[in-house]
């Protein structure tokens, strides 16, 4: 049974960086065919995608986001991370990691950007 499992900071100073990481089990981010995203949902609003990351490592980003964001891997822990930059309180959401093609999502972390 894959899972998926997010951990973040939970609240995040404005101009700084926004960390959020993703534990799998069940599935090797390195399995063939596989990619891993991260998906965010503001509070009242829609889900937004984010950034891509494949078996291979080749990574993808929403365009809107790609100035500010970076998504890496771990393949020891078998983890992937987002890395967003200078965060404003625009960025407050709950963040998700997913494997969208076998439809797996994480439960999700909340990141507050506040001062």
């Known amino acids: 049974q894959v899972q998926l499992q997010e951990s973040g900071p939970g609240l995040v100073k404005p101009s700084q960086a926004l960390v959020v990481t993703c534990t799998v089990s069940?599935?090797?981010?390195?399995?063939?065919?596989?990619?891993w995203n991260w998906i965010r949902q503001p509070p009242g609003k829609g889900l937004e995608w984010m950034a891509v990351?494949?078996?291979?490592?080749?990574?993808f980003y929403s365009p809107s986001l790609k100035s500010r964001t970076a998504i890496s891997r771990d393949t020891s822990k078998n983890q992937f991370s987002l890395h967003l930059n200078s965060v404003t309180p625009e960025d407050t959401a709950v963040y998700y990691c997913a494997n969208t093609g076998m439809n797996i999502w994480g439960k999700g972390t909340l990141a507050t950007v506040s001062s």
């Open positions: 990351i494949d078996y291979e490592g080749n990574t």
């Open positions: 069940g599935d090797s981010i390195i399995s063939r065919s596989s990619a």
